[in-house]
């Protein structure tokens, strides 16, 4: 959390204790854990100081063990309101009914580098936001595969969903939210013909019918399948006030398996404020998946941040504001 970038909006007070009190159950010794004082409503546990006692009955450690659990697993719900609450913010009146393939952040950092507005305190002047997105899943094998990755190196990325592939896999759907990434609309069944409005209301309306009932998050960002703008997908989205999310690097990895293409593609594509487009759905993305964790850390290596497609809108918010000030 402490990496987070200063342009995403302030997380409320309760996820600031969650974070403390996880620290706490972590063992961490943060003084900002203890300060916060997770202990008011968390009972204290005592450490083990007897080695004698490591002899306990299972059924002993069990019971010392259990209230820990429940611990966490109760944060972990706490973590999981909070991100679905995040995820059903209304996105910013700018992007509703619009669409877009990247979202320009940078112009107060630009203009304190021109020297015309003072630099922000505490903002990362170099910091370069980017946002990766996952189409097509959920998938059995690389959605999770993706999961695990982006969860290992700490980064939230943005999964447009199949509302069919939601039905098939509803676990898979929970895992995405649960661990913090955004989710969004990518039809009911992927198709690229035609629709009239009642066709469209049915690919779109569905899908978020069954991620809310799946998730509880109310998709307001929709990627038109194929990119395709013009066959009625993207209208009802509009009409319905969704963002309509394109991309700015695109990583072809349903065309190419080699992982290093992918890198390089992506490399040479990404911007300040990109979106860069993959894949963990359409048949088993594991091969080109398998690049991921070289990609991010080529991307980071080159100075990028990797924040969700709302976190990028929140940060424009954040930039606007800035260069009104300045103005
Ligand atoms: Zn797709």
Redesign the pocket.
Known sequence: MADRHLFVGQRSLSLAVIAAALSFISGCSLPAARSASPRSFLPEITPNLNPQADSNTSQEKALVAQPNQAYKQAISKLIQQENIQRLNKPIPAEFQGKTFKDIKVNSAIKAVAKGTLDKPSGQDATLKPIALTF??GPWPSSTVQALDVLKKNNVKATF?V?GRQVQKYPQLAKRIVAEGHAIAN??WS?QYHRYNQVGAANEIDKTADIVYKITGVKTNLF?P???ILNNGLAAYAQQKKYGVVMWSADSLDWRYHNPNVLINRILKEASTGGIVLM?D??GDRSKTLRALPQLMGELKKRGYKFVTVPELMEMQQKDKELMARKG
């Open positions: 189409d097509d447009f199949v990518h039809s992927h990627r399948p194929g990119g894949h759905g359409g």
